[in-house]
């Protein structure tokens, strides 16, 4: 299970920090990714890291404002969001698949960033 938390109202510029609480999974060998769907858009990858290595991967969008990173003693995933702009603006999803899967099978509930120009 997935808990994702820390969505909020922020203006243009600001940062968030968001959190994902992972419970009942063996997180070794997981991908954990964060993923966002803004209205009347698809759902878009924004990161994930390699829960083993810590390995990232960002999107081209977010990449030098966004950091994912792990705690490993709270089972728990973040991304901090820096320089926030309002096509940010998103409901924010965390997920996991094991490395042995294709497709991310365990969703938490989506937390919404709304950022203010």
């Known amino acids: 299970q997935l808990q994702a938390s820390g969505g909020g109202l922020v203006q243009s510029g600001g940062s968030l920090r968001l959190s994902c609480a992972a419970s009942g999974l063996t997180l070794n060998a997981y991908f954990l990714g964060w993923f966002r769907q803004a209205p009347g858009k698809e759902r878009e990858t924004v990161a994930r890291i390699y829960w083993t290595t810590g390995n990232t991967y960002y999107t081209d969008s977010v990449r030098g404002r966004f950091t994912i990173s792990r705690d490993t003693a709270k089972a728990t995933v973040y991304l901090q969001m820096n320089n926030l702009l309002p096509e940010d603006t998103a409901v924010y999803y965390c997920?996991?698949?094991?490395?042995?899967?294709?497709?991310?099978?365990?969703w938490g509930k989506g937390t919404l960033v709304t950022v203010s120009s």
């Open positions: 997920a996991a698949r094991h490395i042995s899967e294709t497709n991310y099978n365990s």
